[in-house]
């Protein structure tokens, strides 16, 4: 039997990066998660990751350090920027909420081809989706499709050798519902996932962040229970 | 008098990223330089990179904390990966040297991205040369000109307004005597700066790594006596 071929995948420890993940692993591959420690207000986020991993059987887990905090301009980021509440219109890209991290993406995937390249590994699993989202920039498709052909440029591994990264988006056009029918169906258990912008300090969810608003809806459409407790 | 615009420059403390740094600051822009401390081995670049910002008055200098050594693979990185020494052939794509860095270029562009964001900058600048070079995939043109694209997709500044990141490579085209005597027409010190892949521990060039010879040769055909002092 061949040995699975590897694979990097973005894992944040939130919803779609679990479901991400799952796909991934149903699709055959030997998957070195990677998450990053950006100075988030929130490090459960962090946690979530490791019981994500450990749960999917990760091939590996690397956890990356980066500073994204000094660069501030985000209330993911900056304690002193208060996450949004309750927004009437979520997922306009004209309008980009201060959820945004500049260029989080961007650096992410840098990482990732960096980490790829050095154990040989072409495809790259990243959860970002069009549909229920934000409306950051760097969740639209031409974005990693462009990131893609850059990355192919970038590297030594794509220079020398016939091969070259994929980057793969699994989820990038399905609702929130799809993703978690798809993830319920390949065994994900939400339970250990986490969502919330803005966590209460014993970690449950504020229900009222666009995460939150989104997740849920999610959960309601798929005619499934979220298994995260709600103040409301 | 209208303020200067803003442009943010990266830095090394190498010949060339000095010499771009000249190059925008006499372009008119206030130079905003942002250097990494990658886990590299010889830390003697971020001492040359603070030279260099102060002599030629940048407007703002940032070290940033990234650990590149964890991925390996690099003898710039890994100090059991010896430099190699005396090539006889530099600069050719086909052979990428042990020193090449993974995704270097593009990690530290993803963060240029990201800092010129938050201070409302679009110009960037990097010293990458694609004449007199080690041969690395991400100093080729059309690595940075593929990256403006991917960049200006990432971030809601070039989103929501009509302002779009420029990638600015001044010396990519230059030999490495055309950028010596560019940077010495702009007065660059060249004595601050560092160039050596190996150096010794009191910081003193080796003399045989690509980037000595490069530099050695580039003195020699501008005609001009390098500052530095070589073991032979």
């Known amino acids: 039997m061949d040995p699975k071929p590897d694979a990097v995948v973005l894992l944040s420890g939130g919803l779609d990066?679990?479901?991400?993940?799952?796909?991934?692993t149903d699709m055959g591959f030997a998957c070195h998660a990677l998450t990053f420690r950006y100075h988030q207000r929130h490090l459960i986020e962090i946690e979530s990751a490791r019981r994500v991993a450990s749960a999917l059987n990760?091939?590996?887990?690397?956890?990356?350090?980066?500073?994204?905090?000094?660069?501030?301009?985000?209330?993911?980021?900056?304690?002193?920027?208060?996450?949004?509440?309750?927004r009437p219109h979520i997922g306009v890209p004209s309008d980009?909420?201060?959820?945004?991290?500049?260029?989080?993406?961007?650096?992410?995937?840098?990482?990732?081809?960096?980490?790829?390249?050095?154990?040989?590994?072409?495809?790259?699993?990243?959860?970002?989706?069009?549909?229920?989202y934000s409306g950051y920039p760097d969740c639209r498709p031409e974005f990693t499709s462009s990131f893609e052909s850059t990355a192919n440029l970038a590297t030594a591994a794509t220079?020398?050798?016939?091969?070259?990264?994929?980057?793969?988006?699994?989820?990038i056009e399905m609702s929130k519902s799809e993703i978690i029918l798809t993830g319920t169906r390949l065994g994900v258990d939400y339970s250990l996932t986490h969502s919330c912008y803005d966590p209460a300090p014993d970690g449950s969810p504020c229900s009222r962040c666009d995460s939150c608003i989104l997740r849920r809806k999610g959960f309601r459409d798929a005619n499934l229970t979220d298994p995260l407790i709600y103040p409301d």
Chains 1, 2 share one sequence.
């Open 17 to 24: 990066s679990a479901t991400t993940l799952a796909i991934a």
């Open 58 to 86: 990760a091939a590996s887990h690397r956890i990356i350090d980066i500073d994204l905090a000094q660069f501030g301009h985000s209330a993911l980021t900056d304690p002193a920027i208060p996450v949004p509440k309750d």
């Open 96 to 132: 980009i909420p201060i959820t945004y991290v500049p260029a989080r993406n961007l650096i992410f995937l840098s990482f990732a081809a960096a980490f790829a390249e050095t154990i040989s590994a072409f495809d790259i699993f990243i959860g970002t989706n069009a549909t229920d």
């Open 159 to 171: 220079t020398t050798s016939h091969r070259k990264f994929k980057i793969r988006t699994p989820i």
